[in-house]
Structures are given as C-alpha cells and as structure tokens.
C-alpha cells in the first residue's frame, strides 16, 4: 500500500532534528555553484528539440544586477510550432493509462526533492527570495506533484462504470425510455493543448502545479515563463528538465521563452490551444478571456487573478499575535505575493498599542541581500515595481499619515531595495482598493465590527482574509460573511498567506479567480477535464 501524502516541510524537519546548520550549508553550496555557471545561453524546447531564435533575453537578478542567462526571445512562430508539437503528442498522450502518469509526475517529485537546494538557489538567484521562501516553494512545487498524482489514482482516471437494466416491453424511444441494458461509462476526458501562463513570483510552485494540473489529466502543455520585465526563465529551464528526466515524452511539455505580446497571444489566439491555465493580473487575465470569446473560440480558461487582502484586528484579540501575524504576511517577499496581507482593519481602541507593536517587529526585519542567512526583504522585483513604491509613498504623504518606512535604502546595495510601509488612510482612497504588489501595509481603524467586515469586503478581489478575535461571534460573523477564497483566523504566523497543500485549498472568490475550485484540493484537476457519458447496449 502506497503511503499517505505528506508534505515536503524541508526546513521544519531540519530545525526539528537539530540540522540548521546543515539546511544553510547546502543552500549556501547551491548558491556558490550556481555563481559558478551563470551567464550560460540557453535554448527554446519544442518537441524535445533545442531551438535557437535571432534575437535573445538577457536575464539578471534582482539582487545586484548579474547576468543569470542568456534566454532565445521567442515570436509566434515558435509558439504555433510548439502548438503544433503539443497537438501531435496529445494524440497518444491522452490515452496513456492514468497509473502510468501518476508514476511520472512522483519521478519529477523525487527529482525535485533531489535537486531541491539547486532549484531554490535558483529562485533566490532569479526573484529576489530568501532561503526560507525558496526552499518552501521548492517544497510546494514537490507537494503538487504528489498530491496530484495520489487525487488522480484515488478517483481511478476520473473514470466510473455502471449498468441500466431495462425492460424488452419498450419498443419505442421516448424522455426516461431504457434500452434493455445498458453499460455506461463516466469519464472525465482531456482537452488538448494546453497554454501554462506562468507568473514571476512563485516561478517553481505555481509554474509546477499549474504544468502538472494539465499533463496529469491528459494534456499536453507548451510552458511560458515570465519573460519581460520581471524575468523567471532559469526556473522555468530547470522544471522543464526536471519533467523530461521523470518521463515527459518529446512534445508533451514544450518550453518557449519570449514575450507575452507574442508568445502569450499566440497561446491565447491560437485554435489549436484548448485551454490557459494563467496566473497574473486581473486585467490580464480577463482581457485573455474577452479576446478569446469575442473571436467567437472556446477555451477552457482556469485564472488566479491576484488580491487585496484584509485581515481584522479586533478589540480583543492576542495583540502579540495580531502584530506578528500581520508584519509576516505584509512584507515576506517584500508583499510580492498574491496573498500578501495590503489592508489591516485595526479597532480605534487598541490602534496604537497595534501600531506600536508592529513597528517594532518591521524595525527587527533585516533587509538586503535575501541569498545571506536571516534576511527577511529582499529586493523590488523590478524599476516598475520601484516607481510604483516611490508614487504611492507620495500618494500616501498627501492624504494619508506615514506611521514607518517609505524609504529607498542604497547602501552598499545594487538591487532595488525600500523600507516596508506602514500607514493610515481613509477607506475610501484609490491605494486601500488598487493591488500594489509592494510592501506596503495600509492600516484603517473602526469601531464597529459589522463595519469593518463590510470594508474588508469592499474590494473587487476575494483572495485570502484574516482575523485576530478572542470573540466567538465576532469570528462566526466573519466566517459566515467574509468574501474570500482562503480565511484563516487567528493565525500568528501570517494572517493571510502560507496555504499548505493537502491541507489549504488556495482559491480566489470574485475577481481573483474564476472557476472557484483552488489548488492543492480535490477539485482541482477536475478542471483540466471534461465529462463524458458513454452508454453501449
């Protein structure tokens, strides 16, 4: 009997062994390693195949500037010949037996879990994340494979039979009118070709899940990292290896860089791709979405679209905890996370001992070069990212009271690196409702808690949500009334990021999502399929 899913927790299982040590060691040698073959060019995969294109991307990291790689600015024509390819090998790929691809995508899992510190380094390397972050998402990407692979054997394929007895007295055919017997099969079947739209900030877990998602059910996948201002292509390589060591046939998963103007819209525009598993902005996302109907196509379309996320602080609630869990999920990966914690609703009775409390853990979290040990924040991903800090700060300035932060800090830095923000604003102003995707925590006092319930709804978005009450109906009330795909209460160590797969399902309700159903559930894969009845007298 295979044993019960359990997640990677890599550095939890270092610490509670006594390895700390060890866990930096490895990741420092990765680091080094890494330093050591920088600055490589890289190839396009189609069909198993390299492929160069004329014209290059020339990636660097965030942290000082380095050249990472050399990456093939792919066009439309490497994206219809990568369609192309993804369409041949669905043919067979789709009736692969369904035991067989669970044991593929528990190979990659192994691979991963083997080359876990490279593929970490990696990510820091390329997106400014600490140690802590990346080895956790190296983790998350591991967890997919495997719980995805346990959900598509526990279902048997998705597929169910069943018999109709009838009667031979019917002679005609009429609404309920049986056969004299019936063998029915219930399948969920793939779509095809599939276009994985892959975001800059979780480039290994959500790249993984979201390519898994799709080839485990049956499909095929031509892969898109993020390839223009905020460049994950390093990551995106190394999962694309990582799948054709576990098995992934030649055109099966295709890896092509290149813009999303180009690349992106060929994938979206294209009648060859069945469906677009994205992850990104709303207006990305619903602007695939418009184009794709308005040309009068089909596509399965499966979108996270990013957050506003409030968490509550009540009157009485642990204000230690309250503090700590706010800070955590504020300004880990300086707030570049879709669940990032950007609007705090703070009860006017307890709002300075609240701020008080969470300036002195922002003023303890060391900023800098996130590849060296106890670095919380590192660097903005991007110059567009850092125009967006510096405007907001002065937007903030003008209406709004600064309470910490709002600083470039330069010193002996080369990337882009700011102090986190934390401030006071009315309800009503363009930063509490605009998604900023920066360290910036906006704080609004209330008084009472319906109101704040309803503020904390006020927002387009329905990502994540958090609340800090010892009142037990202040906490029903939040429960039954939040509009948010993942609520946690009371929760210490972030108030709204951290979903654990397996155990959180990672969905967004209104205009962050689109089908509902989240990661790391049992939904999930259900959405890479369609039903089909078949019925044979």
Known sequence: MRPKFTNEFTYRRFL??????????????????LRRNMGRIYPIYIDGKDTYSTTKLVERSPIDGSVIGTFQKGGRAHAQEAIDAAMKAFASWQHSDYR????????????????????AAILSMENGKSRYESVGEVDEAIDFARYYADELEANKGYAAKRRLAGTSTVKEGFQGAPAPSERITLSMRPYGVFGVLAPFNFP??????????????????????????????????????????AGVPPGVINFVTGPGSEVGDELVKNKGVSGIVFTGSRSTGIG?????????????????????????????????????????????????KCSALSRVYVHESVKEIFVSKAVERMRALKIGDPLKKDVFIGPLMGEKSLKRYTESVEKIKVSGRL???????????????????????????????????????????????????????????????????????????????????????????????????????????????????????????????????????
């Open 16 to 33: 509670e062994s006594g390895r700390e040590g060890e866990f930096d060691r490895l990741f420092d040698s990765a680091v080094e390693k």
């Open 288 to 336: 695939m979405i418009r184009e794709t109907y308005s040309a009068g196509m089909q596509k399965a379309f499966i979108v996270e679209m990013g957050g506003k996320n409030p968490a509550i602080v009540s009157k009485t609630c642990d204000l230690d905890a309250a503090a700590s869990g706010t800070v955590s999920a504020a300004f880990g990966y300086a707030g570049q």
């Open 100 to 119: 067989e691809r669970a044991s593929v995508f528990r190979k990659f899992a192994d691979l991963a879990s083997r080359d876990k510190f490279e593929l």
């Open 204 to 245: 290994v877990s959500i790249s993984a899940g979201m390519s898994i998602g799709a080839m485990i059910t049956g499909n095929t996948v031509v892969f898109k990292p993020s390839c223009t201002d905020n460049m994950t292509m390093m990551t995106g390589l190394k999962l694309y290896r990582l799948f054709s060591e």
């Open 403 to 537: 309470l910490y932060g709002g600083e470039r800090i330069d010193a002996a830095l080369n990337g882009l690196y700011v102090e986190p923000v934390l401030a006071e604003l009315r309800q009503s102003h363009e930063l509490v409702h605009e998604e900023l995707f920066l360290p910036i925590l906006l704080l609004i006092p209330y008084r009472d808690f319906s109101e704040a319930v309803a503020m904390a709804n006020d927002t387009e978005y329905g990502l994540t949500a958090g609340l800090y009450s010892k009142n037990r109906k202040e906490v029903e009330e939040f429960s039954r009334r939040i509009e948010a795909g993942v609520v946690y209460v009371n929760r210490a160590v972030s108030a709204t990021t951290g979903a654990i797969v397996g155990a959180h399902t990672f969905v967004g309700w209104k205009g962050s999502g689109l089908t509902g159903k989240g990661t790391g559930s049992r939904f999930y894969l259900e959405q890479f399929m369609r039903e089909q009845s078949l019925s044979v007298q």
